[in-house]
């Protein structure tokens, strides 16, 4: 079945970077997402990235994807006290079908 | 442009008694999500929607959940009778439905406390 794991928290002093890893267990995923979530907020998508790429970056967002370890991490350059958020990453089980999350990952960035 | 709207936002009930939740999704959207996110968990997904059709109903718990999508726009799912497991947020989302775009846009959810 599929299954998506992330470690659960994180902590960063401002201005350094920030890594949040992912492993996933479905090989036949297209696509690979991550989204922030604030207290009380829904989900916000930051970045996707699709399963033939090995790399995309986005501003202060780089993912990588290695698909042979089912491994995809997403860095954030120089973190500030605004990213504090939970992380979570999520892959499309089915074109079009049911996004599988991850726990969270809750990044804590400290002054 | 709007985004998904939900609501109530928050909701407070006493086991055994029934409860409704709303979506209003992104204009144009086709495609309805509802998930439930557990305390400190990810979302799961509860139903899919194409147009007005379930096309994924398998994570739904027949028995106390129903949930519908008449005229293809606004959706609303019920709990009769809610258990105290089922505290939880339920979030909705929507898609275009196109091949080539997949992103689902979440509402900011429903928080509900089942005392």
């Known amino acids: 079945g599929e299954d998506v794991e992330q470690s659960l928290f994180l902590s960063v002093r401002e201005g350094d970077s920030s890594v949040i890893n992912c492993t996933y267990t479905?090989?036949?995923?297209?696509?690979l997402y991550w989204y922030k979530q604030e207290p009380g907020a829904g989900l916000q998508l930051l970045t996707y990235?699709?399963?033939?790429?090995d790399m995309k970056q986005d501003q202060r967002l780089t993912v990588l994807l290695n698909k042979k370890d089912k491994h995809l991490s997403l860095r954030i350059a120089d973190t500030q006290t605004g990213d504090s958020a939970i992380y979570f990453c999520?892959?499309?089980?089915?074109?079009?079908?049911?996004?599988?999350f991850g726990q969270g990952t809750e990044l804590s960035v400290k002054p | 442009e709007a985004g998904v709207v939900q609501s109530p936002r928050y909701k407070i009930i006493e086991k055994k008694q029934p409860v409704a939740f709303w979506c209003n999704p992104i204009?144009?959207?086709?495609?309805l999500y509802w998930y439930r996110q557990n305390l400190g968990q990810g979302p799961e997904l509860l139903i899919r929607?194409?147009?007005?059709?379930?096309?994924?109903d398998s994570q739904l718990p027949k028995d106390r959940f129903s949930a519908e999508r008449l005229k293809g726009v606004d959706s609303t799912l019920k709990i009769q009778p809610a258990e105290l497991g089922d505290s939880a947020v339920y979030l909705c989302?929507?898609?275009?439905?196109?091949?080539?775009?997949?992103?689902?846009?979440f509402g900011p959810g429903t928080r509900l406390t089942v005392l």
């Open positions: 999520a892959e499309i089980y089915n074109q079009g079908g049911k996004l599988i």
């Open positions: 479905d090989s036949s995923s297209t696509y």
């Open positions: 989302a929507s898609s275009s439905g196109l091949a080539d775009d997949n992103e689902q846009f």
């Open positions: 929607y194409e147009n007005e059709e379930a096309v994924d």
């Open positions: 990235i699709f399963s033939n790429m």
């Open positions: 204009s144009g959207h086709n495609t």
